[in-house]
């Protein structure tokens, strides 16, 4: 059985950072295409960040560029998400994904794409 298990969200100041995990496990994952998506309140999910398998592709979509780093270790089936300089716009819910599209800001899901169940980031100003 797949799991897909996000963790690493918090409370944050204006400024701050933080770094989600996400661990993927019952699958190869180190021949998955992975990246993270976030929705807000009342937004529909949205692209955050993409890599290939391989890391030849790394894609980051709007205001996060140059903030967020996405990363991942496949000794240990996990996929990070660095973020700094955490600002008002950037409170979600942000989910892990297995096989994303890595057009960056793409909203086409394959269908046999895989989801965590999120992890929530809050910033105060």
């Known amino acids: 059985q797949v799991q897909v298990a996000e963790s690493g969200g918090g409370l944050v100041q204006a400024g701050g950072s933080l770094r989600l995990s996400c661990e993927v496990s019952g699958r190869t994952f180190n021949r998955d295409d992975m990246g993270w998506y976030r929705q807000a309140p009342g937004k529909k999910r949205e692209f955050v960040a993409a890599?290939?398998?391989?890391?030849?592709?790394?894609n980051y979509y709007g205001n996060v560029k140059g903030r967020f780093t996405i990363s991942r270790d496949n000794a240990k089936n996990t996929l990070y998400q660095q973020m700094n300089d955490l600002q008002p716009e950037d409170p979600a819910i942000y989910f892990c994904i297995v096989d994303p599209p890595l057009t960056p800001g793409s909203t086409s899901i394959p269908s046999d794409a895989l989801w965590g169940q999120g992890t929530a980031i809050t910033v105060s100003s």
């Open positions: 890599m290939r398998w391989s890391g030849s592709i790394i």
